[in-house]
């Protein structure tokens, strides 16, 4: 399928607006030292069913202050409300809409790799793990 030019300048406001909302402030600046820490915490504070449930414990779907587990669950059912109505979107547009999640989930992933990786060279990172007994 030949794209026009209003499916490239779609393409790239999704880029654009997904990587900068979602990417950087969503995911790197909040998401991704939160799971970093979270994963630490778990280190020096583990228990059998964090560790069983160690992804969600990072992500604070448990043992997390009430307004992260409530920011936890509400995201998680916004995404897939979201992925439900995007299905339903006829091509080039559910390829434009993905474009801009895998690029955000690509900053994401790199993202929890940088703060891993400065937490290793500088021993902390200056978040909250947001658990109860923080």
């Known amino acids: ?6 499916h490239w300048a779609t393409l790239f406001a999704c880029l654009v ?3 900068y909302g ?7 600046r909040n998401f991704s030292p939160r799971v970093v820490v979270r994963a630490l915490y778990l280190v020096n504070n583990p228990t059998v069913f964090r560790v ?3 992804p969600l414990f ?3 779907y448990f043992h ?12 998680t059912v916004m995404i ?7 299905h339903r979107l ?3 547009w559910r390829g434009i809409i993905d474009a801009g999640v895998v690029f955000c989930l690509g900053w994401g992933v790199v993202s929890i790799w940088l703060y891993t990786f400065q937490l290793f060279l500088e021993k902390e990172i200056h978040v909250s793990p947001e658990t109860p007994d923080c």
């Open 58 to 60: 990072c992500m604070g």
């Open 22 to 28: 979602k990417g950087y402030k969503g995911l790197h």
């Open 90 to 92: 006829a091509q080039p």
């Open 80 to 86: 897939v409300l979201l992925a439900i109505s995007v």
């Open 1 to 6: 399928m030949k794209l026009d030019w209003i």
């Open 17 to 19: 607006l997904m990587g």
């Open 64 to 75: 997390a202050t009430r307004k992260r587990m409530v920011s936890a669950y509400g995201i």
């Open 52 to 54: 069983l449930f160690a």
